[in-house]
C-alpha cells in the first residue's frame, strides 16, 4: 500500500460553520455495553453543542401471551408498569451521569424490532444525529449498526465498544462525490467545533497497462495519477468547503488487491484518528442498495473507531 501526502490546500483565514447538533437520539440497551456508549456521549457533550438528547430503550413484544391464559396473563405486569420502571432506570442513570450537563434529556420505551424502532424515534424525535454503540465482534449488534446506517435518514454515529474518548484527529474518505460533500462539510464542521485536525483521503488503483496499452512505466502512471488526483482534490476543496478555517491534509492511498475498506481501515489506525466521517447514498431502494459494501464493510470490521455516517 502507498500512501501519498500532500500539504494543506485550503487558505485559514476564512471561516467555517461549527457542527451543532439540535437532537440526538441515543438508543441504549441497558446492558454492559451501554458503558462505553454513555461514556463517549458524556465527552461529546463537552466538546459538542447539543442542545438535547432522547435516550430509547427498545423491549420485545409482549403480545405472544395468548389471552386464554387468563389466570397467568393476571400474573403478568402490565406493559404501562414495565415501561415506567424502565423510564425510571433510564433517568437515574443519566441523571447520576450528567447532572451538571445542560442535556435535557427525554426517555422513551418502545416494544417492537430495534432497528423499526430506531428509525421510528428518529423522525418523532426529529433528530438529526442517532447514536448507538457496536459490540466487540461478530453478532447482532454489528447487524444493527450496519442496517441503521443504511436505512437512517439522518446522520448515524456508531460508537465501537473498544471506542477511546478523544476526537484530537478526523478522517474524511472522499471519492469526490456529491456523498462526499456531505462528509467533508461535515467533518469539516466537527472539526471547526472541537479543534481536531481534519485529514481527507482518496483510495486509488492504477489501472493495468496491458489491458489500456499505455505507454509508461509503472512509476509514471502514478506519478500521472496523484498529480492528477492532488489536483482534483483542490478543485473539490475549493468549491465545497472554500470557508473551512482549519489545518485539512489530503493523502492518497494505492490500492492493492485488498478492498476499500480494508485500506480505509489501515489509514484511520495508522493515522490514529479519533473519528471516521464517511458519506453515505441517498434513501431510495437503489441507493440503499449501492451505499455500499465499503461503509458496510467498514463498520463490520470496525471495533475502535468511531464512524459518523453522513446522508
Known amino acids: ?171 474524511a474518505p472522499i471519492d469526490f462525490s456529491k456523498n462526499s460533500v456531505n462528509a467533508l462539510q461535515t467533518a469539516a464542521g466537527i472539526a471547526s467545533a472541537t479543534g481536531a485536525e481534519l485529514v481527507a483521503v482518496n483510495i486509488f488503483e492504477l489501472p493495468s497497462l496491458n489491458a489500456y496499452r499505455i505507454n509508461k512505466t509503472v512509476d509514471e502512471l502514478r506519478e500521472l495519477i496523484t498529480t492528477d488526483r492532488y489536483a482534483a482534490f483542490e478543485a473539490f476543496i475549493q468549491t465545497h468547503l472554500r470557508n473551512y478555517a482549519g489545518k485539512l491534509r489530503t493523502k492518497l492511498v494505492e490500492r492493492d488487491w485488498n478492498s476499500v475498506a480494508h485500506h480505509l481501515l489501515d489509514f484511520a489506525r495508522a493515522e490514529g484518528a479519533d473519528l471516521l466521517v464517511m458519506g453515505a447514498k441517498g434513501h431510495s431502494r437503489v441507493e440503499r442498495l449501492l451505499m455500499g459494501s465499503v461503509t458496510e464493510d467498514l463498520l463490520a470490521a470496525n471495533e475502535t473507531i468511531p464512524t459518523l455516517v453522513v446522508k
Not at 16 to 35: I, P
Open 1 to 171: 500500500m502507498l500512501t501519498v501526502e500532500n500539504k494543506p490546500l485550503v487558505n485559514e483565514s476564512t471561516i467555517s460553520s461549527e457542527y451543532r447538533v439540535k437532537s440526538l437520539l441515543v438508543g441504549l440497551s441497558l446492558e454492559d455495553n451501554d458503558e462505553a456508549l454513555l461514556s463517549y456521549i458524556d465527552f461529546l457533550i463537552d466538546v459538542l453543542p447539543i442542545e438535547r438528547a432522547t435516550f430509547l430503550h427498545v423491549l420485545p413484544r409482549f403480545d405472544m401471551f395468548n389471552v386464554q391464559y387468563e389466570q397467568e396473563a393476571e400474573g403478568l405486569v402490565s406493559n404501562f408498569e414495565i415501561d415506567r420502571d424502565i423510564v425510571a432506570q433510564m433517568q437515574a442513570e443519566i441523571k447520576a451521569r450528567f447532572t451538571e450537563k445542560a442535556l435535557q434529556p427525554a426517555f422513551i420505551v418502545q416494544e417492537g424490532d430495534p432497528l423499526e424502532a430506531l428509525l421510528y424515534a428518529t423522525q418523532e424525535s426529529k433528530a438529526d444525529l442517532v447514536l448507538i454503540g457496536q459490540s466487540s465482534g461478530s453478532g447482532p449488534h454489528g447487524i444493527l449498526a450496519r442496517n441503521l446506517a443504511r436505512k437512517t435518514t439522518c446522520p448515524a454515529l456508531i460508537i465501537p465498544q473498544e471506542a477511546l474518548c478523544s476526537l484530537g484527529r478526523i478522517v
